[in-house]
Antibody, heavy 122, light 112 residues
């Protein structure tokens, strides 16, 4: 059974940093691209970032480019999101999601975690 | 980055057919396939339709998708109470700074 379990969320002050993790199991992690998607309270879905199976291809939404860094450790079956210079508008539930097909960033996302909540507030 | 435009709400009575539209541009829907996600209240999104009109295993055939030009649509036939949820279209966007993935604005479906 595919499982994606996010962790690392919490309350953080504006301008500070936070690192999210996603532990994957139930599939061959290093075969698939992975993504972070967020949802602000009461709002819609926003793609944040994606990384290909071998980290060779990475993409970011304009809203986080230069502040967030996605990475993965295939030996640990884990996905990460380093978030720096956090702003109030980054407050959201952050989901980890797996691509349906092997390899590159091509979508769609067939499995999602339950999310970890990030709250940016002083 | 652009988003895909959906109506904020749609509704129908049990058994009716409901259609949700999704409008994009040449750099996203016009160039790539469309996916649809269903988000039940308080839960993570679930892949409902991919590659414009393909259903993952386990998704009832009451759900169908189509695409034409820079627009797409999701149809729910034989509407059921458990279909009450938020629905999002999505596609890759090939803009200059991309590629990146864009979601629609979301449509809340209410079963009357």
């Amino acid at each position: 059974e595919v499982q994606l379990v996010e962790s690392g969320g919490g309350l953080v002050q504006p301008g500070r940093s936070l690192r999210l993790s996603c532990a994957a199991s139930g599939f061959t992690f290093d075969d698939y691209a992975m993504h972070w998607v967020r949802q602000a309270p009461g709002k819609g879905l926003e793609w944040v970032s994606g990384i290909s199976w071998n980290s060779g291809s990475i993409g970011y939404a304009d809203s986080v480019k230069g502040r967030f860094t996605i990475s993965r450790d295939n030996a640990k079956n884990s996905l990460y999101l380093q978030m720096n210079s956090l702003r109030a508008e980054d407050t959201a539930l952050y989901y980890c999601a797996k691509e349906l097909r092997f390899g590159e960033l091509s979508g769609p996302f067939d499995y999602w975690g339950q999310g970890t909540l990030v709250t940016v507030s002083s | 980055q652009s988003v895909l435009t959906q109506p904020p709400s749609a509704s129908g009575t049990p058994g009716q057919r409901v259609t949700i539209s999704c409008s994009g541009s040449s750099s996203n829907i016009g160039s790539n396939t469309v996916n649809w996600y269903q988000q039940l209240p308080g839960t993570a999104p679930k892949l409902l339709i991919y590659s414009n009109n393909q259903r993952p295993s386990g998704v009832p055939d009451r759900f169908s998708g189509s695409k034409s030009g820079t627009s797409a649509s999701l149809a729910i036939s034989g509407l059921q109470s458990e279909d009450e949820a938020d629905y999002y279209c999505a596609a890759w966007d090939d803009s200059l700074n991309g590629p990146f993935y864009v979601f629609g604005t979301g449509t809340k479906v209410t079963v009357l």
